[in-house]
């Protein structure tokens, strides 16, 4: 009897650790073929929207956190002998390991990269992606309720790593950037009603150039544009004694540039396939229903001043525009270090 009830105990416990595997490889599985999904999306970019996004150059490591555990994928030299991680998964594109959390904080978004005297720093001049967990992603931000809208923050980030891998382009915005916290234009934007009015109009002029359909109307616009752009910064400096140009430029561009990154994958869902081996187990990837009769308007903060940092909308608006204009500076940007969306621009509007 007491043998039977050592065999029946066996038993349940070799059921309960073969569970516990179960359930710990389903959990992992989910990891990889979420990473996985995000460097098939990067394809889809570099194909589709941005020739060169998935050169092996630009590319950067990513840091996917759980609530336990990090995820580092392609890490560098100096991240492996820093932290010693464990090699979990291997393909002939990628090398994820696993090590433990690497901070405290509690939501990650962002591609960082340090400078100075931080030289231990294992992103030390050399840009990580860091990317929460969809589970933690959905909690920190309620409107993203899926794997395929998580994607495309992701491919946000990585698209800034893209940017600071053009060492040219990186050695100029840290002179510049560097020198000033980031919110110093939103603060100026929220302090001062008749610089809010003014870029609001700005932004006005750039969206109506996207709608015209009449060449001499669009060229008007963007006129328009530039006139009262240029008013604005000239009375900034007068009265704020601040000059936003060089912060304008830049941030416009590094992050209208993401962010039409970014949406040009909302474009592309509309039409795109079903993954079905990351629908297997990811209950929150929704194979793209969201994105099936998509329009822009239904996302104002993508676009519209008032409802996001305003040089994210300008920019992206920028880039939108220049599309329009059928003017190739996708070639130009990042690779010619301190030229911006605007300067392009305004160097189209020149050659008419």
Known sequence: MCQNIKKLFFLFLMIVISSCKQGANKKNKIIFDRIEYIYSLKSVVNDNTWKGFTDPKFSIPLIYYTGSSCYVVNPTGKFIELYTPLLVYANNKLKIYKTKLLDSISFHMATGITFGDSTSDYN???????????EITKKAIPGVNSTELWATMVIHECFHGF???????LNYIMNVIGKYPSDTLEKIYKANKWYQESIDKENNMLLAAIKSSNSLYTKKFIDTFFQLRNQRRLRTVKELNFNVKPLEEIYGTMEGTARYVEFSLYKDFATMPADNELAKLDT?????????????????????????????????????????????????????GNLSLGQILLQSQKSK
Request: charged share 25%.
């Open 124 to 134: 030390y001049k050399s840009p990580f992606m860091n990317c929460s967990s969809v």
């Open 163 to 169: 940017q600071y891998k053009h060492i040219s382009y």
């Open 284 to 336: 929150s990837y929704h194979s793209y229903q969201y994105f099936k009769h998509y329009k822009i308007n239904e996302d104002q903060w993508l676009y519209l001043t008032a409802k996001t940092s305003y040089f994210y909308a300008i920019g992206f608006n920028m880039a939108r525009l220049l599309d329009k204009l059928k003017i190739d500076y996708k070639r130009r940007l990042f690779n010619e």
